[in-house]
């Protein structure tokens, strides 16, 4: 029975996760912890190999389908995996709460942004020189190639530093912010931001993952049928996404990161909710 | 994109696919075995150390522990095949990217084991 609930939340997240660039692990975590009764810890080992199998597979189509930058995600990825490392050692520096909170203030600020502006800044110009990161890819949905050129590079890899620490200390991600740096900060089209931070997210998880799993903290009868749900889930979700219309993707992450702010800001306040 | 961007976008597609097709077989061989056995195992997934010889005499917690570190695995291939892809192609700025996010990687699971 608590399998085949593991089994159908670990669908919805990989689905969600899939299109819209994140791990899934924020819904995973809470199912997990509130309504199975999984102990915490537990339940953060699982999500993250969860968060693993979502970026695996929604990236086996996104990066077939040249909708990841891999050249970009790499570059990026520097900086995640150097954030997470380090988020392990200076954890001790600054408390949770106030993380917590600035995580959600800010979070808030980029939700009402991108539910405002949600259009893609990137397709009004379509740039001749694409530079060493800049990408292209053919969107069924305009029934064109879209092509970009990457700005703000160092805004973005500071971002992603960010994303990588704050994934190991609050045991979520990455992906709600590198989603908003890449598409308002970057230059980056939503699809191909969605698709490059899915690619980039199965490494910053993998590591910290496998530390839980050396530790002995990864139950099988829980991660494994998170992992088959969410493969499920993930592998609809990248099929979806090519043909859904950015607009549409930007609200939903519009509305997922502002349920995520509101939880972060009431653990912030000492509300726990997971 | 070039011909030589395409060909390692491929690449790269076909060792997640491959990853990924590793690891459900073995998560659904061993949930096939946990429920024939009447789905008492061990709530701990098995040591790295353990992991062959538990698969090998059929233990159901082994088969999926061995498709979790299989899963865990690929995010690392991918890093090494897009280093190689480069490093064939002589892009020394992405290979050594590459090479970065491996060492990091390999630090990561040094310092956390100690730890």
Known sequence: ?274 | MSEQDRRLHVAVSRVLAGGMALSLAAMVAGTAFVLASGGAIEGRATPIGRLLPGVLSGDPTACLSLGLVTLLATPALRVAALLAGYLRRRDWLFASLAAAVLAVLALSLLLGSHS
């Open chain 1, 1 to 274: 029975m608590t399998f085949a609930m593991i089994l159908v939340a670990g669908a919805v997240a990989g689905l969600m996760g899939a299109l819209l660039g994140l791990g899934g692990g924020v819904l995973i975590i809470p199912v997990l912890f509130l309504f199975l009764g999984v102990p915490i810890q537990q339940a953060i080992a699982a999500s993250l190999v969860a968060v693993v199998a979502t970026s695996t597979t929604s990236a086996i189509s996104y990066v077939r389908d040249e909708l990841s930058n891999m050249r970009l995600g790499l570059a990026l990825e520097v900086a995640t995996t150097i954030g997470a490392v380090l988020g392990g050692l200076t954890a001790s520096y600054m408390s949770r709460e106030a993380l917590s909170a600035i995580f959600g203030a800010a979070m808030i600020g980029v939700s009402f942004y991108l539910l405002k502006n949600g259009a893609d800044a990137a397709l009004e110009e379509a740039p001749v020189d694409l530079g060493r990161l800049g990408g292209r890819y053919h969107d069924p949905a305009l029934g064109r190639e879209v092509r970009y050129r990457v700005r703000g590079l160092p805004f973005g890899l500071a971002i992603s530093f960010l994303a990588g620490n704050l994934s190991g200390l609050l045991g979520i991600g990455g992906g709600p912010l590198k989603v908003p740096a890449m598409t308002l900060g970057m230059g980056v089209p939503m699809k191909a931001a969605v698709a490059t931070s899915n690619f980039m997210i199965g490494v910053t998880a993998c590591a910290s993952a496998a530390l839980y799993y050396v530790r002995g903290l990864v139950d099988p009868l829980v991660a494994v049928p998170a992992c088959l749900g969410v493969t499920l889930g993930a592998f609809a979700g990248a099929r979806l996404t090519p043909r859904l219309k950015s607009r549409s993707l930007t609200r939903a992450l519009a509305v997922v990161l502002l349920a995520l702010a509101a939880q972060m800001l009431l653990a912030a306040a000492g509300v726990r909710l997971r």
